[in-house]
């Protein structure tokens, strides 16, 4: 038996899901996107500068952020995501919210963005920059599709944060990918699977735990691109066209620590979130 990953297994079980909901369905998660979303974008950006605006939502997900911002009173509006079920969703969501005419939706890379230069008024890429597969060049094509004076609104996890890991529905513990080694995050990861499963029952419970462990590796793997606090700031200030207006930080719990994130190497690790409003020169 392994002592040290069935103690590690033992203390995911005992830890609290993280409350991050939409998980019943593609409805429930566009839904869900859209109360979070419009709840953030209030808090921290507010709504003043989505009205007329042109805008581009990049990494829309499942739509609810971006049929939101046309609720919101940016015409037209424009959703971008890479994963073809993400556009297809967030088409549904967008006809249920009776936003279709104002909302479109693509298939795109945010390296290759298919605009012309200073098409739009107002770019966001919320819930993105963690996983583009070249934060630095996603930023330029950003900043790029942006007109002067036009405002970049972005808030993503950095990597060393509590749920940077992205692994979260599953293993539970706090910088999990920080603290584990991948032996130890694997097996966890694939105990809460196989247990998972075994609860929904049937003679191919454990094929199917074997089929989400594959697909999740080689999410987080491949689509979690451990960009830093420290990283974001370095390709904000390479990028000689954007201005930052705001940059701040949030710990997502214990709002007691805020204070702490003064302090550059403790906010690498208590920031859950980064949110930051750029402006195109």
Not at 142 to 161: C, D, I, K, N, Q
Not at 243 to 272: I, K, T, W
Request: aromatic share 10%; charged share 25%; net charge negative.
């Amino acid at each position: 038996m392994d002592l040290l990953l069935e103690t590690v297994v033992r203390i995911n079980r005992l830890l609290p899901r993280p409350n991050v909901g939409g998980r019943e369905s593609e409805q429930a998660y566009s839904e869900w996107e859209y109360d979070v979303g419009r709840r953030v974008f209030l808090e921290h950006f507010g709504a003043g500068g989505l009205r007329a605006a042109r805008l581009l939502d990049v990494g829309c997900g499942m739509g609810g952020k971006t049929v939101w911002y046309a609720e919101s009173g940016a015409d037209p509006v424009v959703g971008l995501d890479l994963e073809p079920r993400h556009v297809r969703q967030s088409l549904r969501f967008a006809r249920s919210r009776n936003q279709e005419e104002r909302v479109r939706i693509l298939q795109g890379n945010a390296m290759q963005l298919p605009f012309a230069d200073a098409t739009f008024s107002v770019v966001t890429a919320n819930d993105s920059m963690e996983h583009f597969a070249d934060p630095a060049a996603a930023l330029a094509e950003l900043a790029r599709v942006l007109e002067p004076g036009g405002h970049l609104y972005l808030y993503f996890t950095p990597w060393r944060s509590p749920l940077g890991s992205h692994l979260y529905d599953h293993v539970k513990i706090p910088w999990c990918q920080l603290l584990l080694s991948r032996r130890l995050l694997y097996g966890t990861l694939e105990r809460s699977l196989r247990a998972e499963e075994q609860v929904r029952g049937g003679a191919d419970a454990d094929a199917r735990a074997r089929a989400r462990y594959d697909e999740i590796v080689d999410y987080f793997e491949n689509c979690v691109n451990g960009i830093t606090v420290e990283g974001f700031h370095e390709i904000v200030a390479a990028e000689k066209r954007l201005e930052p207006v705001d940059v701040h930080y949030v710990v997502p719990r214990f709002r007691f620590l805020q204070p702490l994130l003064q302090a550059p190497p403790l906010r690498e690790y208590l920031a859950g979130l980064v949110f930051a409003d750029l402006r195109r020169l």
